[in-house]
Nanobody, 118 residues
Framework: QVELVESGGALAQPGGSLRLSCIVYGGNFSWFIMGWFRQAPGKQRELVAAVTPGGGASYVDSVKGRFTVSRDHAKNAAYLQMNRLKPEDTAVYYC????????????WGQGTQVTVSS
């Protein structure tokens, strides 16, 4: 069984920073593409950032230059460093794991709330 446990969501002021963590239990972490999604009220869930097993990263245009996605294979963990936060970043953030060996199977974290407000 594969489980993803997220942490790090909080209330932040505009211009502030937060770091989200996702710990993966079970499975083979080295085979997972790790993604971060977010869903704001009234909006569809969107892919924010992703990192491949080799460390290659991609981002949605709205967070480029502000967010950094990374992974630590020794800790079976993925991270999302969020800087210069904006109110538009307010959402529930979800960690996702997708195996490169089985692309039909994916796993989700429980979600963590990020609120950016003055």
């Amino acid at each position: 069984q594969v489980e993803l446990v997220e942490s790090g969501g909080a209330l932040a002021q505009p211009g502030g920073s937060l770091r989200l963590s996702c710990i993966v239990y079970g499975g083979n972490f080295s085979w997972f593409i790790m993604g971060w999604f977010r869903q704001a009220p009234g909006k569809q869930r969107e892919l924010v950032a992703a990192v491949t097993p080799g460390g290659g990263a991609s981002y949605v245009d709205s967070v480029k230059g502000r967010f950094t996605v990374s992974r630590d294979h020794a800790k079976n963990a993925a991270y999302l460093q969020m800087n210069r936060l904006k109110p538009e970043d307010t959402a529930v953030y979800y960690c996702n794991a997708n195996s490169v060996r089985d692309r039909t199977t994916e796993y989700w974290g429980q979600g963590t709330q990020v609120t950016v407000s003055s």
